[in-house]
């Protein structure tokens, strides 16, 4: 496997994301650009649809996987989250390639939850208190934050809360998220963003109808 370059690597470690540029900005160069980080940082694996290769564009409530954000929260603002927290481990690494900007503009917010300043009282709380974790059939109980803490575990179209402490847990993290300090990335054509999902959580500005706003999304195991 090829070494990440330092110029993703370094950032990457410090801050829990990197941006990076296609060499060219036409769809296959970013793809393939894409394609060529995922393959050293890891596994490519499928997402909620079952495919390897996504594009995501933003989706009006009626239109979108009943149990997604974007029906929750349609074309409003989406909550941050971890990608693939309805997952009994969410994906390590999230790419995105920005295919089309759209004209909304529409930009990602990315927050690091190690910044959040959690007590220890409140730590012991995000990794002990049980919620319900919503994906059909296959739901499952666990915690927002692993055992190791090596992952948050943070969703609010798939976690709900089964008694006061999973409430208090869930409650903490929203407000906690909506008081931090958050970086806005505004996409140009050809850009990618990194994002080490197990620590940097994403969130989207809100957005217009048809917009045109495409991103290729790809998710990684490693
Ligand atoms: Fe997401």
Redesign the pocket.
Known sequence: MTALPQMILTPLARYGWATHDAVDRDEGAVLRELGRIGEMLGARIAGRAGAIEET?RPQASDDAHPRS?SAQFGLNA?PF???LSHRPRPCRY?LLGCLNPGSSGAATMLLDWRTLDFTADELRLLESAPVLVRTGRRSFYSTLLSPDHAFLRY?PGCLEAVDARGRCALDLVRRRLGSGLSEVHHWRRGDILVIDNWRTL???APSRPSSGRRLA?MLIDA
């Open positions: 995501i954000l989406l989250h971890a990608e999230l969703d994403h969130g989207r999304r």
